[in-house]
């Protein structure tokens, strides 16, 4: 069986997963009222939003007192708070809408979803008064430029448009405003048109254009002479005066034409329109409560914010002073969490058919433990990226894996914080379900048995981002070092750039790229290994320890020079020496011998290069490296016979530790000594770039770390050679093992030269006191 016959309803249907609030059309509605799924959540946000709502329908003066005569409805990327306020929209206006065969209106389709009946009653009370809904993204809607005035224009814009006047230009909307009041509109309009054969409507944002025109259709309508019309035309901008309280008197002039009538403003995204910007979210406390206070409880303000209206109002910089405790006290608040976008997706994408379901069944019978294993996540990541947990898990979610609902809805609002996408992203132009339903579609034509990779989400949100992020990954398609594969690694790398609750490790990137339930894990660890090797050499990545992170432009060409920055050989060994003689080791250059608490001095070379001066001691500690250009030569017999120089002149010969082999952790030593001199070169110098390379200084302080931990393991697990031959000491900490191997060598020199052990008040300082 394809996976497109697996659903209810076919995969590849316009299902309009993304809400915008002007898209109007009455099939659009029809399909949104009719696949809207009430989740248990939902539905107690309907309730709570009629329980603040109805007390103004029954008594608005009163419930105007209370004061709060707005809900603040609040929630991430994928919460459904946009299609929520919509929804509520189609209620309250009890909104017609056809498919072309069958007419329904809004409550009729709410009748079917199993709410409430105290609820389905509240609604139909609700929409027994002439209810004026005012539905608009303000971010697509203001005008920014217009500065701390904008939230108010856009305000009278979309008023004055409901109302058929003007939008553009609030002075001639107050004009026509002005006629309609004298009830003499439609008459200057049809004397306008007989004027200028032109119409009204689709010419008055030209009006400058037909300033006799409107003078001589004025005077007409007004009973005016035409020189008091042109006068009156004249000044129309300039007595003009836009304030809040003029706002809420035309809403109020609006409202007493008929007294059961209720204004709603739906204002999606106004939080962050605001951002943090205290005069503007001043204006908006300062309408909100004009409107309660003036309209007397008929005029209402909805919002929606990713934030709630404390967080928002506690993030303002320098609000200091300013008192936003009207604006808390003007709304209810409903939080809508990401707790049910699984289930609206399944739902409305998802549903399985009845024929569907044995087969499901089956394959998690014979595959759920190896799918379990296969899809696991390593320590790093945190417990909020769901397995499947049963059969009716992976029936529900199939071809998904229930941990795509929580990382691609945070996917998508870290891209949209970190700015690495436009602005059509952050207006909600890409829902959650569009993502999985495009997701979907690439794989309807595949039998049963495959899996959606992370990869799979990344064409959703493709037209939307930057042109420099797109760029990157498009040239990367051109280059041929770079497979199919590896492109889908990287887009992988770029989606989980932002989140935090996923690190980009090799174990991760395996589970996030599994694309059939019998995956080979060994062989897709090797191809994803190939595929980060070449990006890595193309400079589209870089490895931080354990992970790999997609680079963005700026940080690509920081990478490139901290690559190209040149650097000695004595730089890599002094660092390695640093590493283990005081960091490891904790400078410590001196051995008490336990038997008579003598203390002998300790030499210490790295890759021959000394530590504490040329001198041998008494005892002497030579690190080997791969460092060391020379270090192929040191095989066991090399390293045995260098452990006994000095043993001939009458010295204690020396402890050789040759560390292993280990490509990572000296490459990220080298990375690290680049990183610090490009650091101590460009600090102070790149303003521009400050943040970068701040970002840059912190990063290398973990690789430090990363690094000491790595050496600490490197010397516990090394070759050790004391007097001609290897050693096998015990112990966990190298501090330990080499305790142990001091004690070695002092009390085998001593016998080898066939002395008798140090005793009680013998002091010895270098070799020559053992043989003499």
């Not at 999606?268 to 979210?281: C, H, L, P, R, W």
């Not at 204006?283 to 990713?306: D, F, H, M, P, Y």
Request: hydrophobic share 35%; aromatic share 10%; glycine share 6%.
């Amino acid at each position: 069986m394809q996976i497109k016959d697996l659903f209810i309803k076919d995969i590849n249907r316009p299902i309009n997963g993304v809400v915008k609030a002007d898209q109007l059309e009455s099939n659009t509605v029809f399909t949104e009222l009719d696949e809207y799924v009430i989740t248990k959540e939902l539905a107690t946000h309907f309730e709570e939003f009629f329980d603040a709502y109805m007390p103004s329908v029954r008594d608005p003066k009163k419930k105007a007192e209370s004061g709060k005569i707005g809900v603040w409805v609040s929630g991430f990327f994928g919460s459904g708070k946009s299609h929520f306020i919509k929804i509520l929209s189609y209620l309250l206006q009890n909104i017609k809408a056809t498919n072309g065969e069958i007419d329904r209106s809004a409550i009729e389709f709410f009748k079917d979803k199993n709410l409430d009946g105290f609820l389905l009653g509240e609604i139909d009370t609700a929409v027994t008064k002439e209810n004026t809904v005012i539905l608009f993204n303000i971010d697509s809607r203001a005008n920014t430029d217009e500065g701390v005035d904008a939230i108010l224009k856009v305000f009278l814009k979309v008023f004055n448009e409901q109302m058929g006047f003007s939008g553009d230009h609030p002075h001639i909307a107050h004009l026509e405003r002005e006629l309609d009041q004298r009830g003499v509109f439609q008459q200057f309009k049809e004397e306008f048109n007989t004027l200028t054969s032109s119409n009204w409507l689709e010419e008055r944002d030209a009006y400058d254009f037909y300033r006799d025109d409107m003078a001589e259709a004025l005077g007409k309508v007004t009973n005016q002479s035409t020189e008091s019309a042109r006068q009156w035309v004249e000044q129309l901008e300039n007595n003009f005066t836009l304030d809040i309280a003029n706002f809420c008197k035309w809403v109020k002039e609006y409202l007493d034409a008929d007294l059961n009538r209720r204004v709603l403003f739906f204002v999606d995204e106004v939080g962050q329109f605001i951002g943090n910007n205290t005069q503007m979210m001043l204006k908006l406390q300062t309408i909100t409560e004009n409107l309660g206070t003036i309209c007397e409880g008929r005029a209402w303000v909805v919002v929606t914010s990713q934030e709630d209206i404390d967080s928002v109002i506690g993030h303002m910089a320098g609000s200091k002073g300013h008192d936003f405790s009207k604006i808390q006290g003007r709304f209810e608040r409903l939080s809508l969490s990401s707790s049910n976008t699984s289930e609206v997706i399944e739902k409305r994408l998802l549903s399985k058919l009845e024929q569907a379901r044995p087969i499901l069944q089956t394959l998690y019978d014979q595959k759920g433990d190896i799918l379990r294993n296969q899809l696991a996540f390593d320590s790093t990541t945190t417990a909020e990226l769901a397995n499947y947990k049963d059969a009716t898990s992976f029936i529900h979610s199939y071809p998904f894996v229930p941990y795509h609902y929580n990382l691609v809805q945070k996917i998508f609002e870290a891209i949209r914080k970190a700015g690495a996408t436009g602005l059509h992203l952050s207006r909600g132009e890409r829902s959650l379900l569009d993502a999985f339903q495009s997701a979907a579609k690439q794989v309807r034509y595949e039998e049963v048995g495959v899996l959606i990779p992370l990869y799979y989400f990344y064409p959703a949100i493709e037209s939307f981002l930057d042109t420099s992020v797109k760029k990157d990954i498009d040239q990367a398609a051109e280059k041929e070092s770079i497979s199919d594969f590896a492109l889908n690694i990287l887009k992988t790398l770029f989606l989980i750039r932002y989140v935090d609750v996923i690190k980009s490790t090799m174990d991760n990137l395996v589970t996030l790229c599994v694309s059939k339930v019998d995956e080979d894990r060994l062989t897709l660890r090797r191809d994803i290994e190939q595929a980060l090797n070449a990006l890595e050499a193309n400079l589209l990545i870089a490895r931080q320890g354990d992970e790999y992170i997609f680079l963005t432009n700026e940080e690509k060409e920081i990478e490139n020079e901290i690559r190209e920055t040149e650097i000695e050989l004595s730089d890599e060994t002094k660092k390695l020496s640093d590493l283990i003689f005081d960091d490891v080791l904790r400078r410590d250059n001196i051995y008490r011998y336990p038997e008579n608490k003598q203390d002998f001095p300790i030499s210490r070379f790295c890759n021959g290069m000394p530590r504490d001066g040329s001198q041998e001691n008494d005892l002497v500690v030579k690190i080997i490296s791969p460092i060391d250009p020379n270090y192929s030569e040191y095989d066991s017999t090399v390293c045995a016979n260098q452990s006994q120089d000095g043993l001939s002149s009458g010295g204690a010969g020396a402890i050789i530790i040759k560390l292993a082999d280990n490509n990572k952790v000296f490459d990220e030593i080298r990375t690290f000594i680049k990183t610090d001199k490009f650091l101590r070169r460009n600090t102070g110098n790149r303003p521009e770039q400050q943040q970068l390379l701040h970002q840059k200084g912190s990063e290398n302080q973990d690789r430090n770390r990363r690094v000491k931990l790595a050496i600490e393991d490197l010397l516990k697990d090394a070759e050790f050679y004391a007097l001609g031959s290897q050693q096998n000491p015990k112990g966990g900490a190298i501090s330990t093992i080499l305790q142990e191997l001091y004690k070695y060598v002092i009390e085998n020199t001593f016998s080898k030269l066939k002395l008798v052990k140090p005793f009680p008040g013998y002091s010895t300082r270098n070799s020559k006191h053992l043989s003499g």
